[in-house]
């Protein structure tokens, strides 16, 4: 992953998922230490750098890019997957920005500056001592550190691309910065992030750093991660997260991150509630023996959804599978004591708590499509695929849209009240004296011919068909009777550039129900 130059300022490095990461800045004369980490194409990134008005060049050596002043010096380079306290950190890749104090400091803290573009940042404090009595496991540099979210998509997408994309919303993980000294010691530094203010600051123990033998390193790790940087074995536990549905369609799948280290395959049972906590649907699946990341288990039927609130509701069979989380303030989650074979449970009956994100999502498709049938009665629009309307059809939606793929006349018993046979725009079928719809009838409308010389861009008159006698539909028909009752044509100097006007006068209604229109 060796960086390649974009300009005299700038160097970019491709992650091994395809993430970009820039060092410099694209924009500036000169190199600066700075870094910028771009997610989903893009969409949202983290610009971070020190404050400088130096003019240094970049040292480049190997994967690493530097910035070298007199008394400080920076570094950025890829981090590669790593195992921290059985955590697997920089799951897609990292990075580093390490800065390097080559004397003491005037001040304990380093203030970078910091800009975001569709991102928040989630402080992860140490557990709580109701974590720890649940056996919530949080490592040594997550405490202390920031989890990095997308700023508006949530848990449920539309479409399994989407969902591949997104998963459950994690950008990155800021793991909390170590400092070490010449001799080895080292010391935790305090990691603080003001959106706001723009600024990331690392703050140093004051004592340490006046014992400390320089140069010293400050090592902040930005992860490109997918799931929660905290972790609960499962054991008898069902756990459930609530999100919102932003549109309405039917749910496919509920992903879970699980983690099974030993032992042969097991069960995974999932369930979707609504916001009332009752059981929507259940959906049952195998996690592999070793599996390590998403699992998509599908619901046993695929349930129409709202716009709504859901919980996202998970149990493993044994009690070697852990789940993943981060501390997300104003998210509501809860478990309960339920046993496998009886999962789920309807309604849901446990401990509610908030301020937990589990890594789990829903997949759905957006809208639905049911084929309207003979005994249909819906008041609404139908969904499409549409079919042709038939004797027994009484739907008042929009009726036989397909009709304009697969013609069929209208004919004297259909009573739809809907659009009827919209193909006869494109396959004229005479009107009859029968018809008995009341919506737009199929009316065939040639259009009138442009004389050599006109230059019309609108919309250019048309000549009305003739009615016959008979006829008795009560659409608005723009007709001639016995002659003469053309409309007016265009002559061949006239420009037309908007819709052309008709001069025209209102006679009595006439046969078929409409307004008769006379130059």
Same mark, same amino acid.
């Given at each position: 992953?060796?960086?390649?130059?974009?300009?005299?300022t700038?160097?970019?490095?491709?992650l091994?998922?395809?993430?970009?990461?820039?060092?410099?800045?694209?924009?500036?004369?000169?190199?600066k230490?700075?870094?910028?980490?771009?997610?989903?194409?893009?969409?949202?990134?983290?610009?971070?750098?020190?404050?400088?008005?130096?003019?240094?060049?970049?040292?480049?050596?190997?994967?690493?890019?530097?910035?070298?002043?007199?008394?400080?010096?920076?570094?950025?380079?890829?981090?590669?997957?790593?195992?921290?306290?059985?955590?697997?950190?920089?799951?897609?890749?990292?990075?580093?920005?390490?800065?390097?104090?080559?004397?003491?400091?005037?001040?304990?803290?380093?203030?970078?500056?910091?800009?975001?573009?569709?991102?928040?940042?989630?402080?992860?404090?140490?557990?709580?001592?109701?974590?720890?009595?649940?056996?919530?496991?949080?490592?040594?540099?997550?405490?202390?550190?920031y989890?990095v979210?997308?700023?508006?998509?949530?848990?449920l997408?539309?479409?399994?691309?989407?969902?591949?994309?997104?998963?459950?919303?994690?950008?990155?993980?800021?793991?909390?910065?170590?400092?070490?000294?010449?001799?080895?010691?080292?010391?935790?530094?305090?990691?603080?992030?003001?959106?706001?203010?723009?600024?990331?600051?690392?703050?140093?123990?004051?004592?340490?750093?006046?014992?400390?033998?320089?140069?010293?390193?400050?090592d902040?790790?930005f992860?490109?991660?997918?799931?929660?940087?905290?972790?609960?074995?499962?054991?008898?536990?069902?756990?459930?997260?609530?999100f919102?549905?932003?549109?309405?369609?039917?749910?496919?799948?509920?992903?879970?991150?699980?983690?099974?280290?030993?032992?042969?395959?097991?069960?995974?049972?999932?369930?979707?509630?609504?916001?009332?906590?009752?059981l929507?649907?259940?959906?049952?699946?195998?996690?592999?023996?070793?599996?390590?990341?998403?699992l998509?288990?599908?619901?046993?039927?695929?349930?129409?959804?709202?716009?709504?609130?859901?919980?996202?509701?998970?149990?493993?069979?044994?009690?070697?599978?852990?789940?993943?989380?981060?501390?997300?303030?104003?998210?509501?989650?809860?478990?309960?004591?339920?046993?496998?074979?009886?999962?789920?449970?309807?309604?849901?009956?446990?401990?509610?708590?908030?301020?937990?994100?589990?890594?789990?999502?829903?997949?759905?498709?957006?809208?639905?499509?049911?084929?309207?049938?003979?005994?249909?009665?819906?008041?609404?629009?139908?969904?499409?695929?549409?079919?042709?309307?038939?004797?027994?059809?009484? *739907?008042? %939606?929009?009726? #036989?849209? &397909?009709? =304009? $793929? +697969?013609?069929? !006349? @209208?004919? /004297?018993s259909d009573? *739809?009240? %809907?659009?009827? #046979?919209? &193909?006869? =725009? $494109? +396959?004229?079928? !005479? @009107?009859? /004296?029968?018809?008995? *719809?009341? %919506?737009?009838? #199929?009316?065939?409308?040639?259009?009138?011919?442009? !004389?050599?010389?006109?230059?019309?861009s609108g919309?250019?008159?048309?000549?009305?068909?003739?009615?016959?006698?008979?006829?008795?539909?009560?659409?608005?028909?723009?007709?001639?009777?016995?002659?003469?009752?053309?409309?007016?044509?265009?002559?061949?100097?006239?420009?037309?550039?908007?819709?052309?006007?008709?001069?025209?006068?209102?006679e009595?209604?006439?046969?078929?129900?409409?307004?008769?229109?006379?130059i």
């Open positions: 992953m060796n960086p390649v130059k974009i300009n005299e700038t160097y970019e490095v491709t091994p998922r395809g993430d970009k990461v820039e060092i410099g800045d694209r924009d500036a004369l000169d190199f230490p700075h870094l910028k980490l771009n997610r989903w194409d893009g969409e949202s990134f983290i610009k971070v750098g020190l404050p400088t008005t130096a003019r240094s060049s970049p040292v480049i050596e190997g994967e690493r890019v530097g910035w070298v002043e007199p008394d400080l010096e920076a570094r950025f380079y890829p981090l590669e997957p790593t195992v921290i306290d059985g955590f697997t950190q920089n799951e897609g890749g990292g990075f580093e920005f390490e800065i390097i104090l080559k004397e003491k400091p005037p001040t304990n803290q380093i203030i970078l500056e910091i800009e975001t573009q569709g991102l928040k940042y989630h402080y992860q404090p140490p557990l709580t001592p109701e974590e720890i009595a649940e056996g919530a496991v949080r490592p040594y540099n997550v405490a202390g550190s989890a979210y997308h700023d508006s998509r949530g848990n997408h539309a479409s399994a691309q989407d969902a591949d994309k997104y998963r459950c919303g994690k950008a990155f993980h800021i793991y909390r910065p170590k400092i070490t000294d010449t001799k080895g010691d080292w010391v935790w530094a305090d990691l603080n992030i003001d959106e706001q203010a723009g600024t990331l600051t690392v703050t140093i123990d004051q004592d340490w750093l006046d014992k400390a033998v320089y140069p010293v390193v400050i902040p790790n992860g490109y991660e997918t799931a929660g940087a905290s972790a609960k074995t499962i054991s008898s536990w069902m756990y459930a997260c609530k919102t549905c932003p549109d309405s369609g039917n749910a496919q799948s509920i992903s879970w991150y699980l983690n099974k280290s030993a032992g042969s395959s097991s069960g995974m049972k999932v369930a979707l509630y609504d916001a009332s906590k009752n929507v649907e259940s959906g049952t699946g195998t996690i592999p023996d070793g599996h390590d990341g998403f998509a288990v599908n619901l046993d039927t695929n349930p129409a959804i709202a716009s709504a609130d859901y919980w996202l509701a998970g149990r493993a069979e044994t009690a070697i599978t852990t789940v993943y989380y981060d501390s997300v303030g104003g998210w509501d989650y809860m478990y309960e004591d339920v046993s496998y074979s009886t999962f789920p449970e309807d309604p849901l009956a446990g401990t509610f708590i908030t301020g937990r994100k589990y890594s789990v999502y829903c997949t759905y498709t957006a809208g639905g499509v049911t084929e309207k049938q003979s005994s249909d009665t819906g008041g609404g629009a139908d969904w499409l695929p549409a079919r042709d309307i038939a004797l027994p059809d009484s *739907g008042s %939606g929009v009726d #036989a849209f &397909v009709s =304009l $793929q +697969t013609p069929a !006349a @209208k004919t /004297a009573n *739809g009240y %809907g659009v009827d #046979a919209l &193909v006869s =725009l $494109q +396959t004229p079928v !005479a @009107k009859t /004296a029968s018809d008995s *719809g009341a %919506g737009v009838e #199929a009316i065939p409308v040639p259009a009138a011919f442009l !004389a050599g010389s006109e230059s019309g919309i250019e008159a048309f000549i009305a068909r003739l009615l016959a006698a008979a006829e008795t539909g009560y659409g608005a028909e723009a007709s001639e009777i016995g002659g003469g009752g053309l409309l007016k044509h265009l002559f061949a100097s006239e420009l037309g550039e908007g819709t052309d006007g008709l001069t025209a006068k209102i009595k209604p006439t046969k078929g129900g409409g307004m008769r229109l006379w």
